[in-house]
């Protein structure tokens, strides 16, 4: 094949792409994506996930990205398609997961004309992305695509968006390009570990995230460090994934709620961060601070966001000569026959968890006990909402399936947030994901309830039914199954126990649908 006459521009991406190591597209294509999917299907080099709603597809490739460590790509149609994306970019912007979205536009030659679908698709991209380019011309757009590849593989994880007007993807004269570097971590600053160690003691709390929170080894460094130090352990309420369960260290979370974050911080004067930044609230409270270290805490930074975390771990526990400590983390105990509390869905998934499994977490409220529940669980890994915008769980899960198709995977789901992307089902029983989807069916925005009288309102019928799910009931079973995906509804916390562990030995997509 001659790679400038015989090769359009859309196939010397999805080659380049390939060769570079990126195996998975996320779709939702339109009509100015078309020699995108001309290409992949004559290329046959890609997994191609057909996604009926563009949340959907950036979501799954958010749950690809942390479970693989690698990048998908998503196909995405205008800046519509974009912006209908644009929730879940923003939750993998936040998590720090790589993304690479190429999004199709109108050919050159037609953007003049103000066609119904025509809008300003790098404006649109501009808010959720880390960076962001236009392909010029054919020859040159595989070399864009790597670029793009480049930016999300980047230290930390990036969103990166490619816009593709028409014509360029479909004119000849395509030329591959070759796969960018490898990412180096930023190096450790001379003196950093010294002086990290010389701040450990009782009133000292380390902050730790990213990759650290994805090393078992480096975890139970930590856990080491704060034994011989008195030193305190925390990671942020939201975190890119966490490795965790029964053989592995523990380590507490920043509560969400603004009350509480702030008691757990509050005993500390001084902070050590690792792979993360000074915590702050969600959200701002009458008569309550942005930041949730206490006014005066000293805080130092041993290495940042684009650092190799477990390795200034490493370099700190040998530092202060603390062997690996991996404290015990007994399991709750088993739920009684009777109604599905938060904290017997905890203890339910705790018992019926299988080994290897990935935990998928978007329980909200409902699930509030999960965390400290399941720290006593078979080995799992835990990916969780990251930046808020709800509706990433059943996506993020299915993403989380087509990495690891060898690995069970639990979406624990407030039943709210699933019907921003309950589409995502419908990808999940086509691909055959093994994903178990439990809905906490609790009937309304309770954690919108909660937010109401936080900022201080005595709300009454007009404000509670903006924020209660019924008249009607949603009933999830039945739109699972049309979309072919099984289920049923589950009223007993002993009989939902029974019901994940039965539907996670089993292949394949299943929905419990738990009444609380």
């Given amino acids: ?36 999917v001309d290409a992949l299907d004559r290329t046959g080099l890609m997994r191609c996930v057909l996604c009926l709603f563009e949340g959907v597809a950036t979501g799954a490739a958010d749950g690809y990205a942390r479970m693989s460590g690698v990048p998908a790509v998503t196909l995405l149609h205008l800046a519509p398609g974009l912006a209908n994306a644009s929730a879940n970019m923003h939750n993998a912007r936040k998590a720090k997961a790589p993304m690479l979205n190429l999004v199709g536009d109108h050919a050159v030659r037609h953007r003049d004309y103000d066609a119904p679908l025509t809008a300003d698709v790098a404006g649109a991209a501009a808010p959720f992305s880390d960076w962001v380019r236009t392909a010029t011309g054919p020859d040159g757009f595989a070399a864009d695509a790597m670029a793009a590849l480049a930016a999300a593989r980047s230290r930390p994880g990036k969103v990166a968006t490619l816009i593709a007007p028409a014509d360029i993807g479909w004119n000849a004269g395509g030329v591959l390009a070759p796969p960018p570097a490898a990412a180096a971590f930023a190096p450790l ?51 890119r994934r966490v490795e965790r369960g029964a053989g592995r260290a523990a380590i507490e979370k920043v509560p969400y709620p603004i009350d509480l974050a702030l008691a757990s911080l509050g005993p500390f004067r001084r902070a050590v961060l690792i792979e993360t930044v000074p915590p702050v609230a969600f959200f701002a409270y009458p008569a309550r601070p942005s930041h949730l270290l206490p006014e005066g805490c000293e805080t130092f930074t041993l290495t940042g966001r684009d650092g190799d975390g477990p390795a200034a771990v490493a370099a700190l526990a040998d530092h202060v000569g603390a062997a690996p400590v991996i404290p015990d983390a007994p399991l709750p105990a088993p739920p009684a026959s009777g109604p599905i509390t938060p904290e017997a869905l905890a203890a339910a998934v705790a018992h019926a968890l299988p080994e290897g499994a990935i935990i998928c977490d978007e329980s909200l409220t409902g699930g509030r006990d999960l965390w400290d529940a399941t720290q006593g669980a078979a080995p799992h890994s835990w990916i969780a909402l990251t930046g808020g915008a709800i509706g990433d769980g059943i996506p993020m899960a299915l993403g989380a399936a087509v990495a690891c198709p060898d690995r069970p995977v ?32 609790n009937r309304g925005y309770q954690i919108l309830k909660a937010e109401l009288t936080a900022v201080g309102a005595n709300p009454g019928r007009s404000a509670l039914d903006m924020l209660n799910l019924d008249r009607p009931d949603l009933n999830f079973v039945a739109m699972a199954r049309g979309m072919g995906v ?6 007993d916390a002993v009989e939902l126990q029974h019901a994940i562990a039965a539907a996670m030995a089993e292949p394949g997509p299943y929905l419990i649908e738990a009444a609380m």
């Fill in 1 to 36: 094949m001659s790679e400038t006459t015989e090769m359009n521009g859309a196939e010397s991406v999805v080659r380049s792409l390939h060769a570079a190591g990126v195996n998975v597209c996320f779709a939702n294509p339109g009509t100015s994506e078309m020699q995108f």
């Fill in 189 to 239: 600053e001379e003196g950093a570990v010294a002086r990290a160690a010389g701040m450990l003691g009782p009133d000292t709390v380390i902050l730790v995230s990213g990759g650290v929170l994805e090393s078992p080894e480096a975890l139970a460094r930590l856990n080491g460090i704060c034994a011989a130090t008195g030193a305190s352990l925390r990671a942020p309420t939201s975190n």
């Fill in 410 to 441: 639990l979406s624990v789901q407030a039943d709210g947030s699933a019907m921003y992307t309950i589409q995502g089902l419908w990808s999940q029983a086509r691909e055959g994901a093994n994903v178990t989807t439990v809905i906490l069916a």
């Fill in 486 to 491: 099984p289920g049923r509804r589950v009223e």
